[in-house]
């Protein structure tokens, strides 16, 4: 599919999207829109084409390939699925931060206005935070207690005690 083409050579080169839109004198929501599926006018193929090394032909053979998008484009790779999540992981996190950081600042504005003698904001606000923090060391693996190697040895035990039971 033409939106994985795009976004895995733009990602090889090393290219943001406001880099390649702005390369191929384009806007940089006009790619983005690309990259989520839009089709793209012949012009604006051979502009992202000529960035991105490639052949114009490629990139509008597969936007007009009709076939599922599985064989249409070859998926990408693992280490790549790899790094989407954890871009995936991280924005989820900071999403979390802000919302936790929105809340909270409301929570104490009422808890002001309200009965400023006596801060009850403090207990949502540590619970919430204490949340907020086991999240953090999540995506940014600060702990690992469980992380890839636990799962591998966790997958490994349940594989040998099902081969030693069959």
């Not at 929105?102 to 207990?123: D, Q, R, Y």
Request: proline fraction near 4%; hydrophobic fraction near 45%.
């Amino acid at each position: 599919m033409l939106k994985v083409i795009v976004r895995k050579l733009r990602l090889e080169k090393g290219l943001s999207q406001e880099q390649l839109a702005g390369m191929a004198g384009i806007s940089t929501r006009t790619l983005q829109r690309i990259e989520r599926g839009a089709k793209a006018s012949p012009e604006t193929l051979k502009c992202i084409a000529a960035v991105l090394e490639t052949e114009f032909s490629s990139l509008r053979r597969e936007q007009d390939m009709l076939t599922p998008p599985a064989a249409a484009a070859p998926e990408p790779s693992q280490e790549e699925q790899d790094a989407m999540q954890y871009a995936r992981d991280i924005r989820a996190f900071y999403t979390h931060a802000i919302q936790y950081a929105v809340v909270i600042a409301a929570l104490l504005i009422l808890n002001l206005l309200t009965s400023p003698g006596h801060f009850w904001v403090v207990w949502p606000a540590l619970g919430w935070g204490i949340g907020l923090a086991i999240h953090g060391f999540s995506v940014f693996e600060v702990i690992g207690l469980f992380g890839q190697d636990w799962e591998d040895r966790q997958i490994a035990r349940r594989l040998k005690s099902r081969r030693n039971r069959g």
